[in-house]
């Protein structure tokens, strides 16, 4: 597979690299310490169209393949994991499941600002109960003939505290099991929707997690996404693509460590010399540099599955697992390269592995990832 980029996509890497130097990375370390991340970069991000990058021009995105995505994921991960997965799940979750399946008027209304950024979404799947096992919800949608009525809890949704639109899936009929499901568009002024508190994270500590409480929200039938039942399929669909967006994340995490680890080793002398030229350290960072190589070829091939059309279900799991391992082994060797330096907060390399983490839990676990894998393989 010849990845060779595209004078656009090159551009596209280019505004990514450089938003990330001049706009993300003051404040940073601020921001993972207060847990915040400010409105007016979000705003930014919106201008520049790096929230609806694979959204068709008529909806207000910016009409790019998923490969110009994740070039533009890896940048802004590699300097801030907190404002990239907002980006991921606006851009994967929201405006691709709207778009793929959506109505026209669910495309009209939604789509248009989210794709512009003039407002960011949420994708409502994991509660108490159902993180991995997608099947046990119980948040429900009572079928009211013209809406539904929705009760329940949601946990660990990324942008919980400041989207304006929520894509929820909850429970229709038990009987059905997750063929009961549905998925439903609840904005964020419906009466008897509430944001829980924020959660206190390890990692990605800028980007806003929020549990969210349904009592009674009337939801119009009209804000159904795809036909009755169509929730629980439509929330696989969805995260399949998902996991590449956050497979480039793992990748720029990863690709940032490194390369603060790199610079750092050019630098620091031991012994005579710079720590770069002693086997120890020079052997680390080939290790890294292999992986990190290994792992962005695996990305780049679930997302041109996707842009051809083909089945990406398999290479995307495969880009997310390995992506992701790849994220936390090097960002712990970064801080092994940088050592008592790596771990004080001024260097990045600490909040780096800090981010790592999640890209192996959140989108499917590692462990959900090899069980798709896996029956991949024995089923092929």
Not at 15 to 29: C, M, N, R, S, Y
Not at 97 to 104: K, P, R, S
Request: charged share 25%; glycine share 10%; net charge negative.
């Amino acid at each position: 597979m010849d990845f060779s980029l595209s004078e656009e996509q090159l551009m596209i890497q280019q505004a990514a690299k450089d938003f990330a130097q001049t706009e993300l990375l003051p404040g940073v370390i601020e921001r993972d310490d207060a847990q915040t991340f400010p409105n007016e970069l979000v705003k930014k991000m919106g201008e520049l169209g790096f929230m609806g990058m694979m959204v068709d021009e008529k909806y207000g995105g910016s009409g790019l393949g998923t490969l110009s995505y994740v070039l533009a994921m890896e940048e802004l991960s590699k300097i801030d994991a907190s404002a990239s997965v907002m980006v991921s799940v606006n851009n994967s979750l929201v405006c691709w499941g709207l778009e793929t399946y959506g109505t026209e008027e669910q495309k009209q209304k939604y789509l248009t600002r989210l794709a512009a950024g003039e407002i960011i979404g949420a994708f409502c799947l994991s509660e108490p109960e159902a993180g991995s096992d997608a099947t046990s919800q119980k948040t429900t949608a009572i079928d009211k003939g013209d809406h539904y009525l929705v009760n329940g809890t949601k946990n660990w949704i990324t942008n919980g505290g400041r989207a304006e639109v929520f894509l929820v899936i909850a429970q229709t009929d038990t009987a059905k099991g997750h063929k009961g499901i549905n998925a439903l568009i609840v904005e964020k002024d419906m009466a008897g929707f509430e944001i829980g508190p924020k959660e206190n994270k390890l990692g990605i500590r800028g980007s806003d997690t929020h549990s969210l409480l349904f009592n009674d929200v009337k939801v119009p039938k009209e804000n159904r996404i795809g036909e009755d039942g169509f929730g629980f399929k439509f929330a696989m669909k969805t995260l399949a693509g998902g996991r590449i967006g956050i497979a480039a994340q793992a990748l720029g995490i990863a690709a940032g460590a490194y390369e603060i680890a790199l610079k750092y080793s050019k630098e620091r002398k031991a012994f005579g010399t710079e720590i770069a030229n002693h086997q120890a350290i020079a052997f680390k960072l080939a290790d890294m540099h292999t992986k990190i190589q290994a792992a962005r070829n695996l990305v780049y091939q679930a997302a041109c599955d996707k842009d051809a059309g083909n089945d990406y279900t398999l290479s995307g799991a495969m880009a997310k697992l390995y992506a992701s391992e790849v994220a936390m082994e090097t960002t712990v060797e970064a801080v092994q390269v940088l050592g008592g330096n790596g771990f004080v907060k001024d260097y990045h390399v600490e909040r780096l592995m800090r981010d790592a983490k999640i890209t192996q839990i959140y989108e499917g676990t590692s462990e959900i990832q090899k069980i798709v894998i896996s029956r991949s393989v024995l089923n092929a």
